[in-house]
Every structure is written in structure tokens, then in C-alpha cells.
């Protein structure tokens, strides 16, 4: 059985940082995607980051670029995002993703089938 577990979420200051971690069971982050989406309320879920295992390619939002870093420990099967200079505008849930159906990183949720719960970023000014 597949689970992700997301940790490392909690509440920041504005400018503060947080590092989230992935972690898998019943799974190898391996030759897939894997992504960091986050979620406001009322609003979509939105990928941040991923991370293409395989060749070891990475995608940023625009929102997030020159901030936050995702990267790979393969030694510890986790995944990392690395969330600097945080904003009020970064306060979500953030989830886990992982999919190993496709050649490189899909953009939409739906097209990701392993999920962690996830975890509470909340930055106050």
C-alpha cells in the first residue's frame, strides 16, 4: 500500500521558512514525478513544485521561483520543499504527490493518483 506523509508545516512569520518533507512507504521515488500542490480555501488546488525523478528536472511556479526549492533524498525515499522569504499569499494546505505513469510532470492535480494528507502552512504578517 502506497502512502505519502507529509510533515513540516506550521506557522511563520512573514520573511520566515519552513521545509516540508514527503515521505513514502510502499513506494520508491523513482524515474517519476513528484509534486507539491497547495490549496487555499476557495480556491484551486495549484501545483507549487515538482520534481522529475528521472532526469532529475524541476518546475516552479512563477509565484515561488528564486524562494522555494524542491529536492530529492533518495537515501531517505523523501522528498523536500524548501519554502524561504515566506508571504501571507503562501498560507494553504500543501499535499504530496507522486505519479510514475508519465514521461515528465503533469500540471493538474487529477493526473497525479498517490497523495499525502496534508500539511498547514500559515505565514501571518
Known amino acids: 500500500q502506497v502512502q505519502l506523509v507529509e510533515s513540516g508545516g506550521g506557522s511563520v512569520q512573514v520573511g520566515g521558512s519552513l521545509r516540508l518533507s514527503c515521505a513514502a512507504s510502499g513506494y520508491t521515488f523513482s524515474d517519476d514525478c513528484v509534486a507539491w500542490f497547495r490549496q487555499a480555501p476557495g480556491k484551486e488546488r495549484d501545483r507549487v513544485a515538482s520534481?522529475?525523478?528521472?532526469?532529475?528536472?524541476?518546475y516552479y511556479a512563477d509565484s515561488v521561483k528564486g524562494r522555494f526549492t524542491i529536492s530529492l533524498d533518495n537515501t531517505k525515499n523523501t522528498v523536500y520543499l524548501q519554502m524561504n522569504s515566506l508571504k501571507p499569499e503562501d498560507t494553504a494546505m500543501y499535499y504530496c504527490?507522486?505519479?510514475?505513469?508519465?514521461?515528465?510532470?503533469?500540471?493538474?492535480?487529477?493526473?497525479?493518483?498517490?497523495w499525502g494528507q496534508g500539511t498547514q502552512v500559515t505565514v501571518s504578517s
Open positions: 504527490a507522486a505519479d510514475d505513469r508519465w514521461e515528465g510532470c503533469p500540471s493538474a492535480h487529477v493526473n497525479f493518483r498517490y
Open positions: 520534481i522529475y525523478t528521472g532526469r532529475d528536472t524541476t
